[in-house]
């Protein structure tokens, strides 16, 4: 799974989905370390994170980029990956999560793309992305 505490990582995540800023909230809250970033996929960072990773474009899913500092290398993790990787750079219990490894990929993705599917009818979705609140502003990449 890679050591988290020696990556640099953003999470990319749909700038205008409810739920997805409830969940950047949600870390930011629980982020002890504090040195995850975010971009929302419709920014300039996130447009240039998907040409130098062809594999992404028409994603609307969560990425999570990790930067390894020695190498520079990109890890690009999605969907319940990602969602996991972040459980684990989370620690505490979140850790707990990461159980569901146990579980196929492609049936961990079907999960998530079945959520994701119905995410703006249950928690909404903004006509633009939303500005953070200016405390942890300076976490967030390419701000519009």
């Known amino acids: 799974m890679g ?7 953003v999470l990319l995540y749909d700038g205008v989905c409810g739920f997805c800023d409830r969940y950047v909230q ?31 474009n028409g994603f609307d899913t969560v990425v999570l980029l990790e930067i390894v500092p ?20 989370l620690g505490g219990w979140w850790r707990l999560l990461l159980v569901t490894y146990v579980i196929p990929t492609p049936i961990r993705d ?14 909404g979705q903004y006509d633009r992305c939303i500005l953070p609140p200016a405390n942890v502003r300076s976490r967030f990449l390419d701000l519009p």
């Open 110 to 123: 079907c999960f998530y793309a079945l959520f994701a599917r119905y995410r703006y009818k249950i928690f």
């Open 70 to 89: 020695d190498t520079g290398e990109e890890r690009v993790s999605i969907r319940s990956t990602a969602a996991l990787r972040v459980a684990a750079y």
């Open 3 to 9: 050591n988290m505490a020696e990556t640099a990582s």
């Open 26 to 56: 949600m870390i930011l809250k629980h982020d002890r370390r504090g040195t995850m970033r975010f971009a929302a996929l419709q920014s300039e960072f996130a447009k240039a994170v998907m040409e130098r990773h062809p594999a992404l």
